[in-house]
């Protein structure tokens, strides 16, 4: 059986006034992320996560920011994309692990339809995917609320 595992990063700036998407799901908030796409961060690293670990770059290779087909694009359709992409090379999903980094609004109320929803569209158990939420403690940019940050690891195997 061979084993991989790939890596995800991604941050986006924070404004008043647009929707917070995040793992798939609408976050009640007064502010978003903004980005070409949705700026759904989770979408984003578990996209780079799984194409690190099939070894095919990374989500602004697939999908460019200077490509009009994908702005203001469903970061769950990119996800789905990628899924054919890694299952196509002949891998399945084992696991991801997500950690999101944000000072406000706390998360883990969410994280449940997080899971639920990402369960759906990588057609994979909810106990496969591990989605924690952290703050940084009002350093940074993120402590400052101007972003949000997030990481992913995903293990990938071939049978």
Known sequence: MKIRVGQGYDVHRLESGRPFWLGGILIPSAFGPVGHSDADVVCHVLCDALLGAANMRNIGYHFSDKDPRWKGVDSKLLLAEVLKMVRGAGYEI??????????????????????????????????????????????????????????????IFRG
């Open 94 to 155: 084992s696991n991801v692990d997500v950690t999101v980094v944000l000072q406000e609004p706390k998360l883990n109320p969410h994280i449940p339809a997080m899971k639920v929803c990402l369960s759906e569209v990588m057609a994979i158990p909810e106990d496969d995917i591990s989605i924690k939420a952290t703050t940084s403690e009002h350093i940074g940019f993120v402590g400052r609320g101007e972003g949000i940050a997030a990481h992913c690891v995903a293990l």
